[in-house]
């Protein structure tokens, strides 16, 4: 259920539904994406379906895994430091881990950081940094940043986020409602000015204020 073709079938059916960057694409074929699930539910990991992790949250489809880097590897000539608002499983995490030089993740619920972290540990990646806080401040002592992906969903984009975009950042979250989310890309272009653009319906669990 967790074998080299199984994980094949799960790359063949991401290049059907669009994706074309290899190296997400690669990287996704080498990553075992069981690892991030309890062990009840290892043997789905590479189904095409989101996937409880606990508290209520979700281990995103493969499509919007990929499709979300994707996005962040097209829109940016080289980015070398990304912020992720949900850190969740740490499965996101660790494909950007392997794609950009550090990342920074920052996740709500103390258990599911404390068990990504030891996942991302446990496959050697050492590139990450950890915060245990309410994402929607992002994490300015770091920033400004290539790329910020957030992984659930805020009602509108926070300010925070956006003051956080480096020259050339990019951003991508979901926003909007559960009933009616999309997925909103937002550049900042070289002049300064913020550039938005609406790619597709998505359903990701809510950004909620504070922590657990
Ligand atoms: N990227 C994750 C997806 C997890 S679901 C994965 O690959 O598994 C989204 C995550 O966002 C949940 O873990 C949830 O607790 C977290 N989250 C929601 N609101 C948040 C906030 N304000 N700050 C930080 N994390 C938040």
Redesign the pocket.
């Known amino acids: 259920m967790t074998s080299r073709r199984t994980r094949d079938r799960m790359i063949q059916r991401l290049e059907e539904q669009g994706i074309r960057n290899q190296r997400v694409l690669q990287i996704m074929a080498n990553t075992p994406r069981h690892w991030?699930l309890d062990e009840a539910l290892s043997h789905r990991a590479y189904e095409d379906t989101a996937l409880p992790?606990g508290?209520g949250?979700?281990?995103?489809q493969p499509y919007i895994?990929a499709r979300m880097t994707e996005l962040l590897l097209d829109n940016h000539a080289a980015p070398r430091r990304v912020l992720?608002?949900?850190?969740?499983?740490?499965?996101?995490?660790s494909i950007l881990a392997q794609l950009v030089e550090r990342v920074w993740t920052?996740?709500?619920?103390r258990p599911?950081q404390n068990k990504a972290q030891r996942r991302l540990g446990r496959l050697k990646l050492y590139n990450v940094q950890y915060k245990y806080?309410?994402?929607?401040f992002g994490w300015p002592e770091h920033g400004p940043f290539d790329g910020i992906i957030s992984?659930?969903a805020p009602a509108e984009i926070p300010q925070d986020l956006l003051s956080q975009l480096a020259p050339e950042g990019v951003l991508i979250i979901p926003v909007g409602p559960d009933s009616a989310q999309n997925l909103v890309l937002v550049k900042r272009e070289a002049d300064g000015n913020l550039r938005r653009k609406v790619i597709e319906p998505v359903r990701?669990?809510?950004?909620?204020?504070g922590v657990s």
């Open positions: 991030f992790i508290y949250q979700t281990l995103s895994v992720e608002i949900g850190t969740g499983s740490g499965y996101q995490t920052v996740e709500r619920i599911l806080a309410d994402g929607g992984t659930a990701f669990v809510p950004l909620l204020p």
